[in-house]
Structure formats: structure tokens, C-alpha cells
């Protein structure tokens, strides 16, 4: 079985420009989530959907918005790049996200923002 | 507001010895806790989970143990392999599962 796949894997851009970051999960998952390292702050949860409806968001601005299509592939906006963005952005699937349900992580998107 | 912290941002073991890697936390509504291992250019990948009813949960070589009262978790790893290098992250979770809370984690790095 495919695991979790992100694409692009790398992505350059300068403030101001606005970023689309995709997330296929594993066959027969429904709950993505998405998550922003940086060095130093470990894995912040953004945004986690279910169904085609966000389900749960963290602590981050309005820049940072998401969608989920109908074969719960997910995407990722961040409008307005800040430099301060630069991360590595991680999505992770679970079959229904429910709770003690084991989360799969993809590799990742590195953005740079110059 | 750092609610899982890992003071440790890296541990050299030798090969064969104990790994032993720490994780606090200050949010006691946390019920259930995982660690997840990261090698570099891959995501995050599960180890070993805890529920709060429980003390200690071991998977071969790993063992999770958990003071609910001093709210510390750690990871022992025996006998610890090359292959264990990596970055290790623990999180917790307060029953909402799909939101992860991750402590910035630990790089172990097992010499020869």
C-alpha cells in the first residue's frame, strides 16, 4: 500500500507571494492533518479534515487555510508569505482520525520563503 | 507555550548500551502519549504509544514509561543499534486525536 504522499517536496518563494501545497493520504484514509516544523518548535498542529470539513485548527493566522476533495486528497494555502513560514510543512493520515488511531506522516514539504 | 518539552536536543549512546530519551509535559489533560521517530528527508514515523492508565508499554526493544504524578515520559531503547539514529519527537494528545501535540525532540545518535 502507497503511504502518505506531498508533493511538491521543495518549493522556493518570496514574501508576499501566496503558496498551494498538496497531500495525497493512504488508500482508505479520510482524516488529514497538517503540521508546520520549524528548528525549535518541534511539529505545530494546523488544521486537521475529515469528510471534506476542517474538524479541528490550531493556533496559527487566517493566511493558513486548507481544503480536502471528495478522495480526501488535501491542500494547503498560505497566502501572504512571511519569512517567518519557512518550514517544513507535514501532512499525516489516519483512517477515520479517531482517538489512540496511529497518525502517518508524509515526507514533507520544504518551503523557503525569501 | 510549550505543553511538551524534550530539554534534550541530543544524546550520543554506544552501540549496545541504553538509550534513554526524557519528554515533560504541563498540560495535564493529556490521556495519551506516542513517540515517532524522524529520519532525515522522511516523515515522522510511529514507535510506541501510552495511555494514561498505564505505567508501561514495551514493543521489543522499546519501552515507554510513563509518572503521570511528575507528568515525564520516557523512552528506553535496549539495546540501542546504529540504526536508531534518528530524530525522536514525543507527543501527546488530550482525545482529540487528530491534533498532535509534538515536543521538539531529541537527536540520538549511536556510535560504534
Known amino acids: 500500500k502507497a503511504g502518505v504522499t506531498q508533493t511538491p517536496r521543495y518549493l522556493i518563494k518570496t514574501r508576499g507571494q501566496q503558496v498551494t501545497l498538496s497531500c495525497s493520504p493512504i488508500?482508505?484514509?479520510?482524516?488529514v492533518s497538517w503540521y508546520q516544523q520549524t528548528p525549535g518548535q518541534g511539529l505545530q498542529f494546523l488544521f486537521e479534515?475529515?469528510?471534506?470539513?476542517?474538524?479541528n485548527k490550531g493556533n496559527f493566522p487566517g493566511r493558513f487555510s486548507g481544503r480536502q476533495f471528495s478522495n480526501s486528497r488535501s491542500e494547503m494555502n498560505v497566502s501572504t508569505l512571511e519569512l517567518g513560514d519557512s518550514a517544513l510543512y507535514l501532512c499525516?493520515?489516519?483512517?477515520?482520525?479517531?482517538?489512540?488511531?496511529?497518525?502517518?506522516f508524509g515526507p514533507g514539504t520544504r518551503l523557503l520563503v525569501l | 507555550d510549550q505543553q511538551v518539552k524534550q530539554n534534550s536536543p541530543s544524546l550520543s549512546v554506544q552501540e549496545g548500551r541504553i538509550s534513554i530519551l526524557n519528554c515533560d509535559y504541563t498540560?495535564?489533560?493529556?490521556?495519551?502519549f506516542l513517540w515517532y521517530k524522524k529520519y532525515p528527508a522522511e516523515g515522522p514515523t510511529f514507535l510506541i504509544s501510552?495511555?494514561?492508565?498505564?505505567d508501561k508499554n514495551e514493543d521489543g526493544r522499546f519501552t515507554v514509561f510513563l509518572n503521570k504524578s511528575a507528568k515525564h515520559l520516557s523512552l528506553h531503547i535496549v539495546p540501542s543499534q546504529p540504526g536508531d539514529s534518528a530524530v525522536y519527537f514525543c507527543?501527546?494528545?488530550?482525545?482529540?486525536?487528530?491534533?498532535?501535540?509534538f515536543g521538539t525532540g531529541t537527536r540520538l545518535q549511536v556510535t560504534l
Open positions: 499525516a493520515s489516519s483512517l477515520v482520525g479517531s482517538y489512540q488511531e496511529t497518525q502517518y
Open positions: 488508500s482508505g484514509h479520510r482524516s
Open positions: 479534515y475529515f469528510s471534506e470539513t476542517q474538524r
Open positions: 498540560n495535564s489533560m493529556f490521556d495519551y
Open positions: 501510552i495511555s494514561s492508565i498505564k
Open positions: 507527543a501527546a494528545s488530550t482525545g482529540t486525536a487528530s491534533k498532535l501535540t
